[in-house]
């Protein structure tokens, strides 16, 4: 099932009709690279050739490359005793060809790092003028955003680059179209925005089910995935489990993590963010009015599924073991499902004003997301979780997740909180609230569950 990905296919169709020769592909793990790929090819008229490298020797990969190309072109048995003297030949062909690298980063652990870039960068510009072509494709995202640094060889060599992300909220209701507006959210909330994991959500049965079925339960495909796939780049960078889960569903200040792990007197811990916020593991949030304030600045996980793994998967594990999975889930995940899901609310409704901003539906918004506080005068300090800064002030939007309706008392005590504030420029107040609102304020924006899902927004 291939959905949404527009901005991405048509970039990818437009390097193929175009003159130019190298590309770069690349996200984490389960984005759905391959499926981009594929779909992209499907209406090139030329040959493609589609290797997937894998953790062996180089010899091995080539030979394997090479035979991938046999079976396109019915010419088996050649044999060559380099990469490039490989794409030498292809280059000579009359044929327009697009050659497919995935996993990249495997061809270079058997070359070698810095050679395997030295010797694609030779490739790359020897077929420059040719109807050859290249793509290289990647999942461990640490290792393929090098091949963009300066002093990289392949630096300045791809035309086009595509960074594959996991999907938005909009984008992941794609595959639970059938489901009502709180379940759209709910499976968002719990299964991110990893296409692999979205197709495994069972719309005939409940969330629940899903829960223990998939994440829970030791053999879950959705667990496998994570434990099996997902985390494989952490095996390169120690251990990060006991960072990841103290993060959870929640959002820690570089303070509140250093106390944690007492990383006080080391490096490690700078170490470790900048390299989980580079394979896109962890974001770093900083709020809208204090940018590069690190003691404002806050980390969070990066896709739901793993986050929920990480809050109530992992630190579980030995009571799933011994009390099972109903019981784990009656203990530990029932009764705050509610809270889990009002924390993910909030940053859907900051994907819902970006999705506007991009397709034309909102002018003069410069910034999004959140705003950090601090009144001395009733010596009080928090933050706004959905802010929209305009030209003259910031717009507060309040986000609920209400079993119903939100009421106009509780509407009139936030916007009574909000004005209250010392020092805050205050352009407008909003609400989200997911099954709508038992009033009317015209001049106030309120945004239900039903407009987060507009059309309009495809």
């Not at 990289?152 to 489901?179: C, G, M, Q, W």
């Not at 993590?257 to 490690?268: F, I, P, S, V």
């Not at 034309?360 to 010596?379: A, H, N, P, Q």
Request: glycine share 8%; proline share 2%.
């Amino acid at each position: 099932m291939f959905v949404a990905r527009e901005g991405e296919l048509a970039r990818f169709r437009a390097f193929l009709e175009s003159g130019q020769n190298a590309m770069l592909i690349y996200g984490m793990r389960r984005t759905g690279k391959t499926a981009l790929i594929h779909k992209a090819l499907e209406s090139w008229e030329g040959k493609s050739i589609y290797y997937q490298c894998s953790q062996e020797s180089a010899k091995v990969n080539l030979d394997a490359l090479v035979e991938e190309y046999g079976l396109v072109f019915g010419d088996l048995n050649r044999h060559f005793e380099t990469l490039p003297d490989f794409f030498r030949f292809l280059a000579r062909l009359a044929t327009p060809i697009v050659v497919v690298l995935d996993e990249y980063n495997y061809l270079k652990d058997g070359y070698g790092k810095t050679q395997t870039d030295s010797m694609m960068q030779r490739i790359i510009d020897s077929i420059q003028g040719t109807t050859l072509k290249v793509v290289l494709c990647g999942s461990e995202v640490t290792v393929m955003k090098e091949l963009l640094d300066h002093d990289n060889p392949l630096f300045d060599r791809f035309s086009t680059t595509i960074h594959v992300r996991p999907f938005d909220y909009y984008d992941s209701s794609l595959f639970s179209k059938e489901a009502d507006v709180r379940d759209k959210v709910l499976i968002h909330s719990i299964f991110g925005g990893l296409p692999a994991a979205l197709k495994e959500v069972r719309l005939d049965q409940s969330i629940e089910k899903n829960i223990k079925a998939l994440l829970l339960d030791p053999d879950g495909r959705l667990r496998i995935l994570v434990e099996r796939t997902l985390l494989m780049e952490y095996r390169k960078l120690g251990s990060v489990s006991s960072l990841l889960t103290l993060i959870g569903n929640g959002k820690r200040t570089y303070a509140q993590l250093r106390d944690k792990l007492d990383a006080r007197n080391t490096g490690n811990l700078t170490k470790l963010l900048s390299k989980l916020e580079t394979n896109e593991s962890v974001k770093r949030l900083e709020p809208i009015n204090k940018p590069g304030d690190d003691r404002a600045a806050f980390y969070t996980i990066g896709d739901n599924l793993l986050r929920f793994y990480f809050t109530y998967v992992h630190p579980n594990r030995g009571r799933i073991e011994m009390l099972g999975v109903d019981e784990v889930y009656r203990l530990f995940v029932k009764d705050s499902l509610d809270t889990w899901v009002s924390y993910r609310f909030e940053e859907i409704a900051r994907s819902y004003f970006s999705r506007r901003v991009r397709k034309g539906l909102e002018k003069d918004i410069l910034d999004i997301g959140l705003y950090w506080y601090d009144d001395r005068k009733r010596k009080t300090n928090g933050e706004f979780d959905c802010v929209l800064a305009h030209p003259d002030g910031y717009e507060v939007i309040e986000v609920k997740h209400l079993a119903g309706k939100m009421g106009e008392e509780l509407a009139l005590q936030e916007k009574a909180k909000i004005q209250a504030i010392e020092g805050l420029r205050l352009s407008g107040i909003g609400f989200v609230s997911l099954e709508g609102f038992d009033f009317d304020w015209p001049k106030c924006r309120l945004v239900t569950g039903k407009d987060l899902y507009d059309d309009r927004l495809a």
